[in-house]
């Protein structure tokens, strides 16, 4: 028993070395993922009731060489740890706004539709954050009002005060706010009530199980009467069905994002599928 108890040790220590190279090769590709180009930016549709695009969610994604697909649900959590994140973060936001000013002059973007960009509460903590938003707004010659910044709860966890100051000012610009995976971070309703935000997008995992669990159809009903109270619109996330949109315009929340509506696509597909319809 003894021997196959150090055998079992041993081998946990060998996956546990297998699991800390694999991360620390991760790291290193990591390093040259932005000067390579293995990064792109994928657009998902964002509708309103009568399935109108109102804007799109700019996705990262990164191609490392031939194993393919690495998602932004691993590598982001190591970015945001090595604080390679700053950096990511600022080419997303760089590429977005290059993209939406090219749309913009090519007539394949509305002046009303918004594109919303991940920001990681590391990037938006820093000093350098409004200035570099002011900047590249200033660089690409995007309206402000085009770009929608979407923030986590855990973002406001930090030094609140100064988290708000940053907000009021990122508002000043005339860009949107939003709070991303509403309902699973730890922002009081204290918060909500004072800071200036424009949305609430209702966490996936809520809308997931909303047609075959009451708990998450009542916490989708208090999120959108919540959201109507303080006059803050509110964006349902991961729609996947015809019934799930249709329940979730029964409860009054007329803006959704989900595979029903679109995939996140590249620039020139996302332009093909979603654009021209809508334009025209
Ligand atoms: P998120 O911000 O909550 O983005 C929504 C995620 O749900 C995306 O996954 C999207 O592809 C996926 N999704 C959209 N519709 C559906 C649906 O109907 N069903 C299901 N099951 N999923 C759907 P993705 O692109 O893999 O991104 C995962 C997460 O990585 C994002 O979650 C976000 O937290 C982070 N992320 C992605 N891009 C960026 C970025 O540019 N910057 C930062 N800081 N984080 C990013
Ligand atoms: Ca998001
Ligand atoms: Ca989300
Ligand atoms: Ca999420």
């Keep these: 028993?003894?021997?196959?108890?150090?055998?079992?040790?041993?081998?946990?220590?060998?996956?546990?070395?297998?699991?800390?190279?694999?991360?620390?090769?991760?790291?290193?590709?990591?390093?040259?993922?932005?000067?390579?180009?293995?990064?792109?930016?994928?657009?998902?549709?964002?509708?309103?009731?009568?399935?109108?695009?109102?804007?799109?969610?700019?996705?990262?994604?990164?191609?490392?060489?031939d194993k393919g697909f690495i998602s932004p649900a691993v590598f982001i959590p190591v970015a945001e740890e090595i604080g390679l994140i700053v950096e990511i973060g600022q080419w997303v936001l760089n590429e977005a706004l290059s993209q939406v000013a090219i749309w913009l002059k090519e007539g394949k973007w509305h002046a009303s539709w918004r594109m919303s960009i991940n920001v990681s509460p590391i990037q938006f903590q820093q000093a350098g954050f409004l200035p570099m938003l002011k900047a590249q707004l200033e660089q690409h010659d995007v309206p402000a009002g085009c770009i929608d910044l979407e923030i986590t709860e855990n973002t406001l966890l930090n030094d609140l005060s100064s988290c708000l100051e940053k907000m009021h000012a990122i508002k000043a610009l005339g860009v949107h706010l939003s709070i991303d995976d509403f309902g699973t971070g730890y922002s009081?309703?204290?918060?909500?009530?004072?800071?200036?935000?424009?949305?609430?997008?209702?966490?996936?995992?809520?809308?997931?199980?909303?047609?075959?669990?009451?708990?998450?159809?009542?916490i989708v009903r208090a999120i959108i009467a919540m959201s109507k109270a303080l006059n803050i619109s509110v964006l349902a996330e991961g729609v996947e069905t015809a019934a799930q949109y249709h329940r979730l315009w029964e409860m009054q929340c007329f803006h959704y994002q989900g595979y029903y509506f679109g995939h996140p696509l590249p620039a020139d597909k996302f332009v093909s599928t979603f654009v021209y319809d809508a334009l025209n």
Excluded: C
Excluded at 31 to 51: C, V
Excluded at 189 to 218: C, T
């Design 188 to 218: 009081s309703l204290k918060y909500l009530k004072s800071l200036p935000i424009d949305r609430l997008k209702i966490d996936q995992s809520f809308v997931r199980d909303l047609l075959v669990d009451g708990s998450d159809e009542a």
């Design 1 to 65: 028993a003894k021997a196959s108890g150090r055998n079992t040790f041993a081998l946990y220590q060998s996956e546990m070395q297998a699991v800390s190279d694999a991360r620390l090769e991760m790291e290193k590709a990591l390093h040259h993922a932005i000067e390579d180009k293995q990064f792109a930016l994928y657009y998902q549709p964002q509708n309103d009731a009568n399935g109108q695009v109102i804007g799109a969610e700019a996705l990262i994604r990164w191609k490392e060489g």
